[in-house]
């Protein structure tokens, strides 16, 4: 494999300088801010090895999630952190120790939820400014008295207290995001009558003693940051001047602001609806209030624009989560003078979903994200092997295939049908919003153009006995999946009553066909594809009524924080949404539905039917090559990706990565465990 040149370009050293935050020194301006991992307490030596990675990888500066002070903030069934005891110091101490291998800082968010928690593992009351609901339970907060306050005080000490004890180098007051401090900001939710409520300057002031308390109890070790909103938390709460007011008021009781924004779904907005830098101006608007060392985020993935962010002063660093989940390396390869190599971040918040669904981290472009422990995975090394490999199937699972095993030293050959690579996120890259898919094809294109043991035949349609005649030492079946034109899915268990013609899947659409009139499409998947299809077709003129057996648009997109911005674009471009709801039936000209609740039925005149259902596999070549039986377990034949298991990108990546990484290493290695022994 081709090296890149290795130099760093002069004009990146900004972003190398070290930058004194209070009484310690951050050796340069890559600054991991503070991102979930679906794993937090539970999973600590797994969440050890990835924070350590980001270190080794050149972050300056690597935090923990939110990382709660004591058991009344519990978010379970939400992965969080915890620094409740000697037990979480321990584990605590093993994720500061490995970021400091590396020479890097460690923080840490010391985080209250408050009302917004439920607390169902530890059953202790909630506590909020007043009693109010939790984000999703029928629990409402217990309202704070004094005693109260003064208990979270002591607790938020003793926090701070363990943090240090734990090596950590940064530790947060975290009044953001909806959670208990937030709370206290809001003129709405604080109706206290006491100093804590009222003016501005009382409901400012648990932050303010939380901020002066951390100071004492962490002394002169450790920086003390703030994470807290550029632009206030929405009107009704806290406005934008009342934002402004604070952060000049107590910007010197921090070290260091991590500026984030009031609208949390903006702030972490994929990006089918935030461009990269979005936070830019309200940061710049504040900048200069507190007086103290700024970071900021904005999905940054481009060297150039992390420079300019340092070099116009909009921030001291340059802050980062989700760039440095796609590629743990990005500083190393910026200093290094790798920039063709970096991963980029296609900002479609797989990697956010997962903490929603309870489990450990996964990235599209990264596949090696949460794995460094429990698979013993490293972003950037590969083991050797050698031997020469067919891969058939050039979409994101081949193009994986062939970059993992090109590195490896194989000599790897990849056949793909259509004139070009990238399978479905080439096709999808083309429909509404979904541009930055085409990352995933045009990184792993890159990395293997320049390794001469990697040859791709683009145009070259395989059969099973061209491949037989091949004679590679092992194949590997990358054929991916077709969307069912039957209508089986989630909520038929078999095809529904179609007539002979107008019926349309997502492939046919991403194909440039464009169904006119009066379009039904009937979402059964429950992500993006349904109300991206719905769009494209709107966009054409089509009058779309897009019907779901779900409750929402694009349900499942709850979890990457889309589905709200999902349903006003739709609603927006004109499309009538019908919810709760399954098409039975289509004749060519007569749609029928019927409630899924009640079976009430419905009929729309319609002119066509788009099934966005379920996916087929296109594992018949796989069958042809090893029979129906599937083939011994050591199988030369092996298959990767959608055609194996149609899913998410991400895990289409995965599976090739997974196959790649092992291939002619003798099986199946187990993946390690993680968890709390029972000492006997
Ligand atoms: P995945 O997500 O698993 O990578 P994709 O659907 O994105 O799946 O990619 C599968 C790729 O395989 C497509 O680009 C398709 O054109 C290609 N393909 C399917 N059958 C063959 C075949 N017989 N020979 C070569 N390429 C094929
Ligand atoms: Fe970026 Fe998507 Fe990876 Fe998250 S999962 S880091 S948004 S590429």
Known sequence: MAEGCLTMDSRFAPLFEPLRIGPVTAPNRFYQVPHCTGMGHALPQTLAA???????????????????????????????????????????????????????????????????????ATREPSLGVRSMPSREDPVQSQRMDRADIRRLKEWHRAAARRARAAGFDIVYVYPTHGYLLAEFLSRSLNGRR???????????????????????????????????????????????????????????????????????????????FVEEGALEARVRAVRGLTGRPVVSVGRFTSPDAMLRQVRSGIVDLVGAARPSIA???????????????????????????????????????????????????????VPEGRGSVLIVGAGAAGLEAAQVLGRRGFEVSLAEREPFPGGRVSRESRLPGLAAWARVRDHRVGQIARMANVATYYGSALDAATIREFAADHVLIATGARWRRDGTGRWHAGPIELGPARVYTPDDVMDGIRPEGRVVVFDDDHYYIGPVIALALAHAGASVRYVTTAG????????????????????????????????????????????????????????????????????????ALVGS????????????????????????????????????????????????????
């Open 327 to 381: 590629d743990p390396f990005l500083p190393s390869k910026i200093r290094d003078g790798r920039i063709d190599e970096i991963r980029e971040c296609i900002g479609c918040n797989v990697c956010y979903a997962h903490d929603a669904r309870g489990a450990p981290i996964r990235c599209t472009q990264n596949p090696t994200i949460g794995e460094e422990w429990r698979r013993g995975w490293h972003p950037e090394r």
């Open 629 to 680: 039986d599937g083939g011994a377990p050591d199988s030369r034949v092996v298959r990767i990706g959608d055609c194996r298991q149609p899913s998410i990108i991400a895990a289409a990546v995965y599976s090739a990565h997974a196959v790649a990484r092992e291939l002619g290493r003798g099986g199946d290695r187990p993946a390690a465990r993680d968890r709390v022994l029972i000492l006997r």
């Open 194 to 272: 006491d100093e804590y409520g009222g003016s501005l300057a009382n409901r400012a002031r648990l932050f303010r003693e939380l901020l002066e308390e951390t100071r004492d109890a962490v002394g002169e070790r450790c920086a003390v940051a703030a994470r807290f909103s550029a632009d206030g938390h929405g009107d009704p709460h806290l406005t934008s001047e009342e934002a402004h007011e604070l952060l000049a008021v107590l910007g010197p009781l921090a070290d260091l602001w991590d500026l984030v924004i009031g609208d949390y779904e903006e702030e972490m907005g994929s990006s089918r």
């Open 50 to 120: 990835l924070r350590e990675v980001k270190a080794e990888g050149g972050w300056g500066v690597v935090c923990t999630e939110y990382c709660s002070i004591h058991p009344s903030s519990d978010d379970h069934p939400y992965p969080f952190a915890s620094v409740w005891d000697e037990g979480d110091v321990a584990n605590l101490a093993a994720i500061a120790d490995g970021i400091h291998r590396h020479g890097a800082l460690a923080g840490i968010e010391l985080w209250h939820g408050g009302s917004y928690v439920a607390n169902l």
């Open 552 to 623: 929402r648009a694009g349900e499942w997109s709850s979890h990457t924080a889309e589905q709200r911005r999902t349903q006003r674009g739709m609603l927006e471009a004109g499309i009538e949404i019908v919810v709760s709801t399954a098409v039975v039936g289509f004749d060519g000209g007569t749609a029928r539905a019927e409630c899924v609740f009640t079976g009430r039925a419905a009929t729309w005149g319609a002119d066509a039917l788009v099934l966005v259902t379920s996916r087929e596999p296109e594992d018949g070549l796989h069958a």
